[in-house]
């Protein structure tokens, strides 16, 4: 039996006392994902190859927009299909790409596009991507291309 090495690195996520629901909200969400363990109080699971811990540690602490989780999205659908679900059962929408879910945790679901258009070494283009997206709720990779071609 091969044995898997943990990252040595691996961000813990603060909950009251719902890590488990938080982990299987989670992990129905993102297609490569597991639980490595379920424990009354630290319990370690898997998205898409990054390892998080959750810990119920009580109510003294809350999530803020200081610390997100991003996702890296290919296409309009994959940014539709996590911003959909992400939010579902009581999160809310922010600005550029950002939400908050149930929890209370911050995502940024961004398209990898976003990146390539932002990168761009023609700066006219690449601040009219800027703009076109500050005024954005969900990303709309359309939309910013249609603004990187100022069309």
């Not at 898997?4 to 603060?14: E, Q």
């Not at 490569?32 to 990054?50: A, C, D, K, Y």
């Not at 940014?79 to 939010?87: A, G, I, N, Q």
């Not at 679901?109 to 700066?123: E, F």
Request: hydrophobic share 40%; proline share 3%; with cysteine.
């Amino acid at each position: 039996m091969t044995k898997i090495a943990a990252s040595k690195v691996t961000p813990c996520l603060w909950f009251d006392n719902n890590a488990e629901e938080a982990i299987k909200f989670y992990t129905a969400i993102f297609k490569n994902s597991r639980v490595i363990n379920l424990h009354p109080i630290v319990s370690t699971f898997e998205l898409e190859g990054q390892r998080l811990m959750a810990l119920n540690g009580g109510p003294h602490f809350k999530f803020t927009e200081a610390i997100s989780l991003y996702v890296n999205c290919e296409s309009q659908e994959e940014v539709d299909y996590y911003w959909e679900r992400l939010l579902s059962d009581g999160g809310k929408e922010s600005q550029c790409g950002w939400l908050k879910d149930k929890f209370g945790l911050s995502w940024q679901i961004v398209p990898s596009r976003l990146s390539q258009l932002m990168k761009d070494t023609n700066r006219e283009k690449s601040e009219r991507v800027m703009q076109a997206m500050l005024k954005m709720i969900k990303l709309d990779i359309k939309a910013l291309e249609q603004a990187y071609n100022n069309t």
